[in-house]
């Protein structure tokens, strides 16, 4: 069984400050994406990372693809409280498949 | 384009009625997943359709639950009967992609259902 696990599993920091957020697994995916949840809403596609090694930004985002595309970071710069939510990343399906494997997700409070 | 619909917002129904949650995915798509998002589980797939087929049911968790798409621009995920353990939120999503891979999926906003 495919697993994405995610680190850490809550975070709380003050404005301004930088974070990382890992996405791990033990298996290879052929591409992998971030979104971002909001409360009361669905997640919402941030970046898809398909070759091992990319890196992708998106303002004061920076994903990185590892080189064996087995996991995934997302750096965020001087956060703000805009940036709170639950960020989840899911893994490609496996070939044949069509599920989607979703991590166990970081909730992010960014505080004024 | 409107997104995903989803309706209702919410649902508060009691143990052993029957529940329905319809989707309307975004025009063009041929993809089409329910999933259902708990804090203890995450987001787990239930069933995923693509041109109004279902191909993967394997996380319909049980025989009371059952989805149709009788159109490319409809879908209905239905509970019967109901249990507590059901209470979580139903998240429809949609797809340009028509088969496996790494296509981008376009979420709803969600059905928030608390069975009592």
């Known amino acids: 069984t495919q697993l994405l696990e995610q680190s850490p599993q809550f975070l709380s920091i003050q404005e301004g400050e930088n974070l990382t957020v890992y996405c791990n697994s033990s298996s290879v995916f052929s591409s992998l994406q971030w979104y971002r949840q909001e409360p009361g809403e669905g997640p919402v596609l941030l970046v898809t990372?398909?070759?091992?090694?990319e890196v992708k930004k998106l303002k004061r985002l920076t994903f990185q693809f590892g080189d064996a595309r087995k996991d995934s970071s997302l750096h965020i710069t001087a956060a703000q409280p805009g940036d709170t939510g639950l960020y989840l990343c899911?893994?490609?399906?496996?070939?044949?498949?069509?599920?989607?494997?979703f991590g166990t997700g970081t909730r992010l409070k960014v505080l004024a | 384009d409107a997104g995903v619909i989803q309706s209702p917002r919410h649902e508060v129904t009691e143990m052993g009625q029957e529940v329905t949650l319809r989707c309307k995915p975004i025009s063009g798509h041929n993809s089409l997943f329910w999933y259902r998002q708990t804090m203890m589980r995450g987001l787990e797939l239930l069933i995923y359709?693509?041109?109004?087929?279902?191909?993967?049911d394997s996380g319909m968790p049980e025989d009371r639950f059952s989805a149709k798409m009788p159109n490319a621009s409809f879908s209905t995920l239905k509970i019967q009967p109901s249990e507590p353990r059901d209470s979580a939120v139903y998240f429809c999503a949609s797809s340009p992609g028509g088969g496996p891979g790494g296509n981008e999926q376009y979420f709803g906003p969600g059905t928030r259902l608390t069975v009592t």
């Open positions: 359709f693509n041109n109004n087929v279902p191909i993967d």
């Open positions: 990372v398909v070759t091992g090694g």
């Open positions: 899911a893994g490609a399906p496996p070939p044949g498949t069509y599920k989607y494997i």
